[in-house]
């Protein structure tokens, strides 16, 4: 595998953790959050599926709770293994994957076309928090 590919040594991350990390396919950046399970990995970009434009964590990888991803937002839950919405504005939809495999001990980026730029935040400001008319509250 590609070293320039390797995200991060699996035994970085815990069971039931998340990890955000930067790819990108020429000027486009773009987060995405890894999640570990119990037999692999499973990556997600890093926006929800009630607002696209509203990402899911707080900066710093998604929350887990009950074993499933957690929108920060108002609360949509997804599965780990498939990014399906169990619950939430957006139940039924399903998060986009990010492609990505274990290989010797560590997970490697294999979505065609992105290339792994970084662990962390793309750096890019999160727009999602201005100019939208929410009566939420939140
Ligand atoms: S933006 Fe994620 S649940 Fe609303």
New binding site residues.
């Given amino acids: 595998m590609d070293a320039a590919r390797r995200i991060v040594a699996l035994d970085e991350i815990a069971v039931d953790d998340t990890l955000l990390f930067t790819i990108r396919d020429g000027f486009d950046r773009e987060e995405a959050i890894l999640t570990r399970l119990a037999d692999g990995v499973a990556a997600y970009r890093n926006h ?4 696209t434009d ?1 990402r ?1 964590d707080s900066g710093d990888g998604a929350a887990i709770r009950d074993g499933e991803l957690l ?6 839950l997804f599965e780990q293994a498939t990014g399906y919405c169990t619950t ?3 139940e039924g939809a399903t998060l986009d994957s990010v492609d990505v495999t274990v290989e010797n001990g560590a997970v490697y980026l294999t979505e065609p076309d992105y290339e792994f730029e970084k662990l962390g935040p793309s750096g890019e400001h999160d727009l ?1 928090s201005r100019g939208r008319i929410d009566f939420s509250g939140t």
Avoid: K
């Avoid at 929800?48 to 607002?51: E, L, M």
């Avoid at 929108?71 to 949509?76: E, I, K, L, T, Y």
């Fill in positions: 929800c599926q009630h607002w509203v899911l929108c920060q937002r108002h609360g949509a939430g504005p957006c999602s």
